[in-house]
């Protein structure tokens, strides 16, 4: 097989000018039905490969989408990742992925490379950051509303599902429901806080301001977090993690403190992370749609780079029931 086949060596063998070859392959050639398929049965024959790189930079493009995510091995950011990723395939757009740890050099990295659109998955990056961004390309912003571009920020229910995890551990007769929250600046953070402390206030109870821990969206932020409430003053008889993640961490502490869940105590998380329903026990949690927030936000993009509106909506999350939490046992 001959390597690095060239456009002229394409229109020569299919008696055509280059610049029909190069037409054809754009889908803009004004040709017979007959002259095309030759000339696509020669590039098959051939081995041809357009080189799309130099074609997007002939348009003025480089054909990449910058993508800026907060930790680039996180699991929630890998389910993202792949929807990104089905919704670019055959659209010529490759993705350009650089974990952010929410630094303003990771954009200006993107920029440097000239990258024709941006895709932001949360982060700390400042609203007037991302507004001077927008005005020089296209951006799609996941998991946050910026002032003037409501249009282009794809945001999920953050402040429904807290308050459907903790009124389903409420109708499980927990009172005392501590929560870890994420981190402090992240708005997925704030708004999980206040869906707890509404379905708290909807049940008529108070806040407890010891039972609310600080975590950074980390297992080893949830295992901290509960081992204080274990060895604090303040009883509790459920948590309500931010994250599967702390999740996950608050179980081993439970565990090493010696307490059994749910036995002793109830535990949600949020995020259904595939691994959730492998945990022993299987982690009730919140779902949200994270492989469709990622395809939406790409296909939002895309509908920008062609002139159109993004059209990104509000994605709504879905309380998944497993075998974490039960019914509050008598004292």
């Known amino acids: 097989m001959e390597l690095n086949v060239t456009l002229d060596k394409v229109a020569r063998a299919a008696g055509v000018s280059s610049s029909t070859v190069s037409r054809i ?3 803009t050639a004004n040709v017979s039905a007959a002259k095309r398929e030759n000339v696509l049965r020669i590039m098959s024959q051939l081995n041809y490969q357009p080189n799309v790189l130099a074609r997007g930079l002939a348009r003025g493009r480089t054909m990449g989408i910058g993508v800026l995510t907060q930790d680039i091995s996180s699991p929630f950011y890998g389910s993202t990742l792949r929807g990104i990723e089905s919704a670019l395939l055959g659209s010529g757009y490759h993705p350009i992925f650089i974990s952010g740890h929410w630094h303003l050099e990771a954009i200006d990295f993107l920029l440097s490379r000239r990258v024709d659109g941006i895709i932001v998955l949360g982060g700390g990056v400042p609203d007037l950051r991302l507004q001077e961004v927008a005005h020089r390309l296209p951006m799609v912003v996941l998991g946050r509303s910026i002032p003037g571009l409501e249009g282009q920020c794809l945001r999920l229910d953050n402040v429904a599902g807290a308050f459907e995890a903790t009124r389903h551990l409420l109708e499980l007769g927990h009172e005392r429901i501590a929560h870890i929250a994420g981190e402090p600046s992240h708005r997925d953070a704030q708004d999980r806080l206040e869906g ?3 379905a708290l206030r909807a049940a008529k109870l ?3 301001p ?3 821990q600080g975590g950074d969206f980390c297992e080893a932020a949830g295992f901290l977090a509960t081992t204080r409430l274990v060895e604090g003053r303040s009883l509790f008889s459920a948590i309500f993690a931010a994250n599967d993640q702390m999740a996950y961490g608050a179980r081993l502490a439970l565990h090493r403190k010696g307490l059994r869940v749910p ?3 109830s535990l949600v998380g949020f995020d259904d992370l595939p691994t959730s329903m492998y945990t022993t026990p299987p982690l009730t949690t919140v ?4 492989e469709e927030m990622g395809h939406a936000a790409a296909q939002g993009v895309l509908r ?3 002139g159109e509106r993004a059209e990104v909506r509000r994605m709504e999350t879905r309380l ?5 939490t039960v019914q509050r046992r008598s004292s």
């Open 25 to 27: 392959i754009n889908g």
């Open 196 to 198: 707890y402390k509404a």
């Open 206 to 208: 108070p806040f407890n």
């Open 210 to 212: 010891e039972l609310a």
């Open 263 to 265: 036995e002793d105590i």
């Open 287 to 290: 779902q949200q749609p994270v």
């Open 304 to 306: 920008l780079l062609r």
């Open 320 to 324: 998944v029931i497993r075998e974490s």
